[in-house]
């Protein structure tokens, strides 16, 4: 088991940056993939960024490639991620998510096995 925990969320201007990060309760925490999903009101949880344990290769969603970057420090159990750039389109609730394997494609909600209870963003026009 592990528990995630999300901060950083909160209400930023079009064209302006936040960070949100995600802190794991496992001293394993190198050994999971920690990806970051998004879902807005009346729209399906849609994939955002994933990192790969210990190597640290990295995947995007195609809405948010280029101003988005996802990183980790696995010695503070944490998992960040940066947004520039950020567009009204960016509003939604921000996830951590978790999983040693996954069980499905990796920008499938169903393939990761632990969540946060997610932090708002909201961009303003």
């Known amino acids: 088991q592990v528990q995630l925990v999300e901060s950083g969320g909160g209400v930023v201007q079009a064209g302006g940056s936040l960070r949100l990060s995600c802190a794991a309760s496992?001293?394993?925490?190198?050994?999971?993939?920690m990806g970051w999903f998004r879902q807005a009101p009346g729209k399906e949880r849609e994939f955002v960024a994933l990192i790969i344990r210990s190597g640290g290769g990295t995947y995007y969603g195609v809405s948010v490639k280029g101003r988005f970057t996802i990183s980790r420090d696995n010695a503070k159990n944490t998992v960040y991620l940066q947004m520039n750039s950020l567009k009204p389109e960016d509003t939604a609730v921000y996830y951590c998510a978790a999983t040693t394997y996954f069980s499905g494609s990796y920008y499938q909600s169903e393939a990761y096995n632990y969540w946060g209870q997610g932090t708002q963003v909201t961009v303003s026009s």
């Open positions: 496992r001293r394993t925490f190198s050994s999971y993939n």
